[in-house]
């Protein structure tokens, strides 16, 4: 089993819906979770940061964590071809593994007009 | 600069040469990251340093592989006797502190001819 796990789509969705991205995780002690974009040959790009459980909005996106079903999920409202990209799921280990990020191996979403 | 820098941004060499890589961090990050993202791959944690010290090594993936950080900046890896399986794309990250969100720079592309 894998550390974090993310459907690797594609998911497609149309302009103006809502685009749902989920991630789940092993280790019961993750403390920190992140949700980065990564455009096609590009670098990764910290889009949302949530340490508790619920939810966290941030203009179109919405963070939910649910520490005791160990999952995170990212919901984008508005969807724009802009928004095409992979989006990786990452956490940080619970105590003692502050030192990385575990990447999930990330969710193509396609935003079609 | 106000990100995160790497250089050079492509690096072709021949098999068996050794390379260096550099990472410039946002300035006042304490923790600096090295991880490495092969095609179609998800991102693997090589390295991380705290200051000047690296209390976490466990993602290099052979002693070929070295990495430094001076003045609590400035961090070089290092490929010895270069494979053509290292061949990827090498990214730096820093945060204010361990834990805290990791920000990327652009990478370093390095193909091994």
């Known amino acids: 089993q894998k550390e974090v796990e993310q459907n690797s789509g594609p998911l497609s969705v149309p302009e103006g819906a809502i685009a749902s991205l989920n991630c789940t995780y092993s280790?019961?002690?993750?403390?920190?979770f992140f949700w980065y974009r990564q455009y096609s040959g590009k670098s990764p790009e910290l889009i949302m940061s949530?340490?508790?459980?619920g939810d966290k909005e941030d203009g179109r996106f919405t963070a939910q964590l649910n520490k005791a079903s160990q999952y995170v999920s990212l919901l984008i409202r508005d969807s724009q071809p802009s928004d095409s990209a992979t989006y990786l799921c990452?956490?940080?280990?619970?105590?003692?593994?502050?030192?990385?990020?575990?990447f999930g191996a990330g969710t193509r979403l396609a935003v079609h007009p | 600069g106000a990100g995160v820098s790497q250089s050079p941004s492509n690096k072709v060499t021949e098999k068996g040469k050794d390379v260096e890589l550099r990472c410039d961090p946002i300035?006042?990050?304490?923790?600096l990251y090295w991880y490495r993202q092969s095609l179609g791959q998800g991102l693997e944690f090589l390295i991380y340093?705290?200051?000047?010290?690296?209390?976490?090594k466990s993602g290099l993936p052979s002693d070929r592989f070295s990495a430094e950080r001076t003045g609590g900046s400035v961090s070089t890896l290092t490929i010895q006797r270069t494979q053509q399986e290292d061949s990827a794309v090498y990214l730096c990250?820093?945060?204010?502190?361990?834990?805290?969100?990791?920000?990327f720079g652009d990478g370093t592309r390095l193909s091994i001819l």
């Open positions: 990452a956490v940080h280990r619970g105590s003692g593994g502050y030192n990385k990020l575990i």
């Open positions: 340093f705290q200051g000047n010290s690296a209390p976490d």
């Open positions: 300035s006042g990050h304490t923790a």
């Open positions: 280790d019961r002690g993750s403390q920190s």
């Open positions: 990250a820093s945060s204010q502190t361990r834990g805290q969100p990791q920000h």
């Open positions: 949530i340490y508790s459980n």
